[in-house]
């Protein structure tokens, strides 16, 4: 990030059309782009690696550190703070109807073993801006304002992934997740306790849910959009599949006598794509792991694993996908003389973000005159599990290149700023509803 | 191997019918079957694995052993024995004319590290059991007959691979095979020196060259073929392919965006095989060895290496297929926006053994009324590298499901005992012509 670009204004800071979209507060308010950036680059030292990335694994001492923080920046801006039985941190920012459900923002602060300085920390810091925002404008909303940091998203010390937001919304129980162990042995309970997150607070019903994130994807950069509309997030079926043919010398045996497992693994490749390619609604397929055996250059191989990971924001249709490959797959293992078996061994059904709120964040965009796009979230994110319990949407903000569980993560204050403020009138909206 | 089965006798034992192929010794002149298999499981001994397997790499005291107890048995049965500079070993059994050029047989002792008993050790047992054949019926040739035994035709401890026999036909100095080093940093020439097998004999030339060897693929097998009658060994051409793309995560982006490179790599494997079907001359393209980094389920691979083996017996035919797989490369770069490159790493040209030789194999297993077949060696032999010094050829004999370079290779040996009547006919022809 160059200083000059951290300076740049987007054009989108204009006052919006009045005709358009007419703002419950002054459309000139806006959050602050350099105490943002302050906060991600302050939170970012904690665990900071010498690539420019972060190693902050969940529930880690660093990771206490890091949600210390955020909690004293949160109390310092008027919010009391609870922490329930998962580890899940939410800090209220009181309503004038103190009986009102919140309206909540959030997303998580551990990160990837090399991991960026944004995913998930812009989610939780855009939030605290908000609120510190509202606090400087003083602004009082009907409902309350919540600020959420979900326990262990990432889900590379323990499993599962979206730990803290899966246990919020009934997806697998506190207990379970607590009994979880890392590769030392180390539980999930023992951990929260080491770093003073073992709460015991009840976490309360939001009236909505709102998680602006680095889009960790290409589009809006390719596009040159600044703001994601975040519609849906895929659904996801994974599968391991293992094909096995006869390994043989490569020079005595004849093309037509042969059981060749890698081609038939890459007829198989192939056909993920070609099925990805006929499919509507975000349609995505990829075989990203694939192992020969044994892996000689001159041996037929005899067999091949590999991974299947399947996506769509329909369900049917991510169902008529899977369908799709097996059918390939039974194709091929006849005409290869090999067996293909295939195991589903991840099933997360697509998400619909609200209409109501993913509307409000395109109207909203609009109206400041950001250049937005509609799409769906590939991967997924605390407020897939999140939706489940209450409306809920996402802002999408670019990163660099699109690169992202990587220590060169990277994104443009500028855009960082533009989600925020997007974010902000949106939850104004559903605040004061 | 079960007793029933080596105790089977083959039809083909019966007299020729006179018109076919007059043998210039009675027809009914036939090897021992009892005592050529006794060889072969003595010398299996040496070197023998729990799995029925033999480990005796090239130059090791286990190497020693087993050429020690083969020169023996080449000593009792009349024969002079020397050894040259690279270790090869070659005994004479003297013919009515001293200086004519001797006929000569032969193969290898040393094994892979998990190899077989029949490997190499087939074709100069054979060798002996002809030189004893002749002995006990008391024939006399006019060419001497030899028999070598070839050093490191394997090359699993040093390299290059058919090291003696390279050293032979000019292929490489003695100087730069003895100066070559295996993973302990042990000589060719302290190896030889180790096991007594530092010889300063020169070679003598050849008249011609027989060697019978296990066919080490499926053919003869499938077709119910005893003899195989090899008529050339396939050229080579390996080549090592890194396909180039980006690394991306496999949710959020988009099919159009990516740049796969294990898609890429797949199509490519795919081209191989339509290349090589598409290809006359016992054409062969196989992808042995493929590595895709990095390697986890939901990351679209930015880099694979792979392995490209494509052989054929025409050498035109051979570079037709090169191009033909470099037009593929570029093909699929362009479409799949990612780099491919690809070098060539080895060569070997085909070798077509010699007509007359070839015939004379023909022939004399039609006389026999052994079932047999033409066809082309794909992998390398001793007998290639000798084909460029006089006439060779080679015959080959069925291995159980065409395994080889394997404990569990085996043999039949009425199959085996064929071979060597075969051989043992045409040599003779050779020997008295």
Avoid at 321 to 342: L, Y
Wanted: aromatic content about 4%.
């Amino acid at each position: 990030m160059s200083a000059a670009s951290r300076g740049r204004t987007l054009p989108a800071t204009r006052s919006p059309p009045a005709m358009n979209a007419p703002l419950p507060v002054p459309a000139t308010l806006s959050t602050s782009s350099d105490r943002l950036w302050s906060s991600l680059m302050t939170l970012a030292k904690i665990g900071a690696t010498p690539r420019g990335g972060v190693r902050r694994l969940a529930l880690t001492e660093l990771d206490g550190e890091g949600r210390a923080l955020v909690i004293g920046w949160l109390r310092e801006a008027g919010c009391s703070v609870a922490t329930d039985a998962i580890g899940n941190v939410y800090a209220i920012r009181p309503g004038t109807d103190p009986a009102a459900r919140p309206v909540a923002m959030g997303s998580h602060v551990d990160t990837q073993p090399n991991g960026g300085r944004f995913d998930g920390n812009y989610g939780v810091l855009a939030g605290l801006e908000i609120v510190r925002t509202l606090n400087d404008a003083g602004i009082a909303t009907t409902r309350p304002i919540a600020v959420a940091i979900w326990t262990n998203e990432e889900g590379t010390r323990f499993q599962p992934v979206m730990m803290g937001s899966g246990v919020f919304a009934g997806a697998f129980t506190a207990e379970h997740c607590r009994a979880q162990k890392d590769a030392d042995g180390i539980t999930v309970g023992e951990a929260l306790a080491s770093i003073g997150a073992d709460g015991t607070d009840p976490m309360p019903a939001f009236d909505a849910y709102f998680e602006a994130h680095i889009e960790q994807g290409p589009v809006l950069e390719r596009e040159g959009k600044v703001i994601g509309i975040v519609e849906s997030a895929l659904g996801q079926r994974w599968f391991d599949v293992v094909v096995e043919g006869q390994d043989a010398h490569a020079g005595p045996t004849p093309l037509e006598m042969r059981r060749d497992a890698l081609l038939a693994a890459s007829r198989l490749v192939v056909a993920v794509r070609e099925v990805a390619q006929a499919h509507p609604h975000y349609a995505r397929g990829t075989v990203g792991r694939l192992i020969v055996s044994p892996n000689s250059r001159n041996v037929i191989p005899g067999r091949v694993e590999l991974s299947i990971d399947l996506r769509n924001a329909d369900a049917a249709t991510l169902d008529a996908m899977a369908d799709a490959v097996r059918e390939a797959a039974s194709r091929i293992a006849a005409e290869d003389n090999v067996s293909i078996s295939i195991e589903q061994t991840v099933h997360f059904p697509p998400c619909a973000f609200d209409p109501a709120l993913v509307g409000a964040i395109e109207s909203t965009a609009q109206a400041f005159g950001y250049p937005a796009r509609r799409l769906a979230s590939g991967a997924g994110h605390d407020a897939v599990y999140v939706a489940r319990t209450c409306p809920a949407a996402m802002v999408f903000v670019p990163c660099e290149k699109g690169i992202s569980h990587n220590e060169i993560e990277n994104a443009d204050p500028a855009h960082l700023h533009a989600g925020t403020n997007v974010m902000l009138h949106a939850v104004l909206a559903r605040a004061n509803r």
